[in-house]
């Protein structure tokens, strides 16, 4: 009688422990659809991948990019070699065509081609250079405001330079001309919103070791932002606090920045009159003024250097001629 009351309770132990077996040995269905599905799609990048022609290697691109929509947030080893491979391909296919749209001045479509690039490799310098470049020269061939988003572009490409994390220079001649360009560009967009800025981006652009360093353009425009800027601000705070007062250590500290600051700006205007003298030789990087061009830069000069010095020119000739011998201030 015993064994007879047992059976029952073994059968419903058996019973209810069974499912829990079976569940735990066979995945959902929906799961192991997905991992079908996976390796189907992984295979057939794979294939693809392994023929080095061209075509198989963009229908490979192509495939990845689907993997990658399909199975984005995967970590495992597949998930890693097609990321891998997305990455080299667009650094190098990719970037011929990017440069290419660029060099034919279509702007508005190199930026719709390198914004989705920069998504899935936000440190890619070339990129970001090529994207300065278009906005920056949109800009310029419309005589507007460049194309949004090319300062952003121009401090992250700066900033990987500055950060040691540029191997190849690219799409620039050197790194020296990638630093003088990029610095160039944030200098120019930012002269007028935001000049003291402008100037530390026009600085580093003629410290350059690139032909930015023999640019006049750079130098008068960095005399332009330092008076518009911090020289201004600085003498409307002198002022008014000091206007009616008498002498103070405040003040004479304060009279002593701005003294420096005009002194600065004299300066990058002397080497803007020497650079664009019809006498030196220049480059055939370097822009060629006119004669009325650098007789405007001169008057500039003249009229600050005469503010500065009890309303004389004396010396001026002399600054003018010796002042690219020496460092900036």
Avoid: W
């Avoid at 073994?10 to 422990?17: E, F, M, P, Q, Y």
Wanted: charged share 25%.
């Amino acid at each position: 009688m015993r064994y007879l009351l047992l059976l029952p309770l073994a059968v419903l132990v058996l019973s209810t422990a069974v499912p829990n077996v079976c569940g735990q040995r066979n995945p959902p269905m929906a799961e192991q659809q997905r991992d079908i599905e996976k390796e189907r799609y992984y295979a057939n990048f794979n294939e693809l991948r392994r023929i080095r022609l061209a075509d198989n290697q963009r229908r490979a691109y192509e495939a990845a990019l689907e993997y990658l929509k399909r199975f984005e947030g995967d970590k495992d080893a597949d998930a890693r070699t097609v990321r891998q491979f997305v990455t080299e391909y667009e650094r190098g296919g990719i970037k011929g065509k990017l440069l290419t749209t660029y060099n034919s001045k279509d702007y508005a479509k190199t930026f719709a081609m390198g914004k989705p690039l920069l998504e899935r490799d936000p440190e890619n310098f070339f990129v970001l250079s090529v994207m300065t470049e278009a906005g920056f020269d949109s800009g310029q061939a419309s005589k507007s405001e460049p194309l949004e988003g090319t300062l952003d572009y121009a401090k992250r490409a700066i900033k990987l330079l500055e950060a040691g994390k540029v191997t190849t220079a690219d799409p620039f001649k050197d790194m020296g001309t990638a630093h003088g360009y990029l610095n160039m560009v944030v200098g120019t967009i930012l002269r007028d919103k935001s000049p003291a800025e402008a100037v530390r981006a026009f600085r580093k652009a003629a410290q350059s070791e690139s032909f930015y360093r023999q640019d006049p353009i750079i130098y008068h425009r960095m005399g332009i932002a330092i008076l518009k800027g911090e020289f201004a601000q600085l003498t409307n705070e002198y002022n008014e606090k000091y206007g009616s007062q008498q002498s103070s250590p405040a003040q004479q500290a304060m009279l002593e920045r701005i003294q420096k600051l005009g002194l600065q700006a004299i300066d990058a205007y002397a080497r803007a009159a020497a650079l664009t003298d019809p006498a030196r030789a220049q480059g055939p990087t370097q822009p060629q003024f006119s004669t009325a061009a650098r007789g405007k830069i001169f008057e500039q000069l003249t009229a600050l250097y005469k503010s500065f010095n009890n309303n004389s020119d004396a010396g001026l000739n002399e600054l003018v001629g010796t002042v690219l011998s020496k460092p900036l201030p």
